[in-house]
């Protein structure tokens, strides 16, 4: 039972380019929604993340677009650079002690950024 | 400084072994855990603990075991039931309460290969 799809699995953009990640989930308990970032042989690492009292949150080049009527929110990253070239996880989880207090992730999107 | 140390980096097991990947932490969190990472698969979650001498399984516990003696120690033993060990692990910690209990951190991982 995968409880966040996310897609696409790979994604290839130009530089300078807007990359564009999508995730959809099925718990409506879930009320905290992070993105991580993970290269190659390492571990992942909180990129930003959104409550769903809110519709969108910026930092910086990344901003997450959340749209809880449809239970799906979305990573954009503006302005791609060859940096941004890693794995990029959509997760989702609910408060503790009530049973969805686990991390639960989608499957990953590995971004490349060409010149 | 503060963060997930995991040992070892690189680990062969041969079949039928039993092995033990450890992870410390100097973060003071509460909550622990252990995810398994495959090619295309996302991470999935193996053990966590809330608090010291309690765990509870995760989405794939079989063939794995978990001990919480310390706060800041959770190590995780592959046991020879475990019949596709090979793959890349992943410790991680956060607190479990209030808002700072939502962000999960990641050690850098083990490579465990069955030769």
């Known amino acids: 039972q995968q409880q966040v799809k996310q897609s696409p699995q790979s994604l290839i953009v130009q530089k300078g380019g807007i990359s564009i990640i999508n995730c959809a989930y099925e718990n409506t308990a879930f009320d905290y929604f992070p993105w991580y970032q993970q290269f190659p042989g390492k571990g992942p690492a909180l990129l930003i993340a959104i409550r769903p009292d809110v519709s969108e949150k910026k930092e910086g080049r990344f901003t997450i677009s959340f749209n809880k009527s449809a239970k799906q929110f979305s990573l954009h990253i503006m302005d791609s650079q060859p940096g941004d070239s890693a794995t990029y996880f959509c997760a989702a989880k609910g408060a503790w002690g009530f049973g969805n207090e686990k991390l639960t992730f989608g499957t990953g999107t590995r971004l490349t950024i060409i010149p | 400084d503060g963060g997930i140390t995991q040992s070892p980096k690189y680990l062969f097991r041969k079949e039928g072994q039993n092995v033990t990947l450890s992870c410390e932490q100097n973060l003071n969190h509460d ?6 990472q495959d090619p295309g698969q996302g991470l999935r979650l193996i053990y966590y603990s809330q608090i010291v001498n309690d765990f509870q399984k995760g989405d794939i516990a079989e ?23 090979t793959a890349f692990y992943l410790c991680a910690s956060s607190m479990r309460t209030g808002d700072s209990g939502n962000t999960i951190y990641f050690g850098e991982g083990s490579w465990l290969t069955v030769v």
């Open chain 2, 31 to 36: 909550a622990m855990y252990w995810y398994r």
């Open chain 2, 63 to 85: 063939g794995y075991s978990v001990s919480r003696e310390k706060k800041e120690s959770f190590p995780l033993t592959v046991t020879s039931a475990q019949k596709n060990p």
